[in-house]
């Protein structure tokens, strides 16, 4: 059974539509689920390029090898091991800021009167 049963018709010039059109399509969301995330008072975040998932995998690579150094280290006590733990920690980080900032959709500031 359908959850959303109200409907709601809106008129818009063509440039209104338009521009509705190129942001959706931005997003890749479609016309019901951006506006419903505009309506919740979230803007949604634009689909991430092409390069961004090589990119966030060729991260994750790195601080999985990263990782195994750490492993190793640890073991072995060759190298110092507590830098090479705060590195890696560091490329998480950054990585999860990266994928936030791209993907996350953004709070609508609203000025209250």
């Not at 790195?62 to 110092?80: F, P, S």
């Not at 733990?85 to 996350?104: G, H, M, W």
């Amino acid at each position: 059974m359908r959850k959303r049963r109200n409907q709601i018709i809106t008129y818009l010039d063509d440039d209104e539509l338009e521009l509705l059109r190129i942001l959706v399509k931005q997003t890749g969301f479609s016309q019901q689920a951006y506006i419903r995330s505009l309506i919740k008072g979230y803007v949604p975040a634009e689909r991430p390029p092409p390069e961004y998932h090589a990119m966030t995998t060729e991260l994750r690579a790195i601080g999985n090898n990263i990782n195994q150094v750490a492993q190793k280290a640890h073991v072995l006590n060759v190298i110092d091991a507590q830098r090479f733990d705060d590195a890696f920690c560091v490329l998480k980080q950054a990585l999860v800021e990266i994928v936030r900032a791209v993907t996350l959709p953004r709070k609508i500031e609203r000025k209250r009167e």
